[in-house]
């Protein structure tokens, strides 16, 4: 029998990639271009991370998670500022001197993000939730993220 990893372990996974791009970024030099590219790809990763865990995690520990709501609220108002540093990052030029003061909020609310997650979240889910509902969420994510690879478009795309 293979050992699929439930939905909080594709999130954890998502968690350390995610922590592997700012470490990258912050590594680049400052201003060049590789910076850039390299914000683009947290973008993407963060905004299919984010989407992920509000449409397959946030509605079941909402629902069965005691204080769920609360959780949930807070890492939604979370993501809600995530995004708005991803899109005033992305509005920026790197060599522009907003981007660093921009990249430095964004590094400590995501790494801040990311532990509240893993140390209350997480553990509430995993405790709340049967070992076999987290397996076949996590089975529905990877089958979902699968999908997404084959049609990058995405239902109705070219």
Sequence with gaps: MSRRPDIL???TADHRAVTELLDAIEAAPAG??????LVTRLT???FAHCAAEEEHLFP??????????TLVFGSIHDHLAIGQYLSDLQAL?????????????????????LRGEEKQLFPAARKALPAAARTALGDRLRAERAALDRDP???GGP
């Design 9 to 11: 372990g594709e999130f």
């Design 32 to 37: 060049g271009a590789e910076r850039g590219d």
């Design 44 to 46: 993407d990763l963060l």
């Design 60 to 69: 079941v520990v909402q629902h069965d998670v005691p204080d769920g709501g």
């Design 93 to 113: 030029p790197p060599a522009d001197p907003a981007f660093d003061t921009l990249l430095r909020g964004l590094a400590d609310t995501v790494r801040r993000h």
């Design 153 to 155: 478009a995405g239902p």
